[in-house]
């Protein structure tokens, strides 16, 4: 075969692959035409550059070019179903770490139940990055001192002149605003929380929940709805 029937055999064959790979999406229009055939002529010249100056045998151009298209190949496979392995990802994290939030469709924020049979996400409070524990009897989000100082408070100059009623007794508290309260994607600014003494988890309680448009809970997983 001659290198310029090569060539024209490798054209024709990378012309079918990406007609396949783009499924029907392409539009034939005066803001994309010019857009798809530069490309095309940029593939063009580039292969008629490598196959004109091979210095190999058609066979070993052959089967480098087919390394390249099975590359090229995976490359668009895995960029298709991208979806799908984030989501397949998300579920892997989501059961080593219940408290990952997992995102949905429709705005919908997954928790797993953990081990000990409550639900905790990793909520971005202030931009750092708190554990909760999520309690819907907690009339407002409250946290522990150190996680209150993780996220830029300054416990030491907060006035704990409240007292709130835990499941250890009664304890001194400090009324806050969050700037923004944030739990996978979704996100509440200037929440009404509490700085609580002798607190051990901090709770993402109903002041942020109540903002949202839904919340339940199954079996073994909570669902958040934006």
Excluded at 5 to 21: G, N, S
Excluded at 27 to 51: C, K, Y
Excluded at 203 to 226: C, I, N, P, R, W
Aim: aromatic content about 6%; hydrophobic content about 50%.
């Amino acid at each position: 075969m001659s290198r310029v029937a090569a060539l024209v055999v490798i054209l024709i064959a990378i012309t079918a692959l990406v007609i396949w790979a783009a499924g029907g999406s392409l539009t034939w229009n005066a803001e994309t035409t010019p857009a798809v055939i530069g490309n095309l002529l940029i593939v063009v010249v580039l292969l008629a550059s490598l196959v004109m100056h091979w210095r190999g045998s058609l066979t070993d151009a052959a089967r480098h070019i087919a390394i390249w298209l099975a590359l090229l190949f995976a490359l668009i496979l895995g960029y298709s179903y991208r979806t799908d392995f984030r989501d397949a990802w998300q579920r892997v994290t989501g059961e080593l770490n219940p408290a990952t939030p997992i995102e949905r469709s429709g705005g919908e924020i997954v928790l797993r139940r953990a081990d000990d049979g409550h639900f905790h996400a990793d909520v971005g409070i202030n931009g750092a990055t708190v554990r909760m524990l999520v309690d819907t009897g907690a009339t407002s989000i409250a946290l522990s001192a150190a996680d209150a100082a993780r996220a830029g408070i300054d416990v030491d100059g907060l006035s704990f002149d409240g007292v709130v009623s835990t499941a250890n007794g009664y304890a001194p508290a400090a009324s806050v605003t969050l700037k923004e309260v944030r739990v996978g994607s979704i996100v509440r600014r200037n929440i009404r929380a509490s700085v609580q003494q002798n607190l051990t988890d901090s709770l993402l309680g109903l002041s942020f929940l109540d903002q949202l448009s839904k919340y339940s809970s199954t079996a073994d997983e909570m669902v958040l709805e934006d």
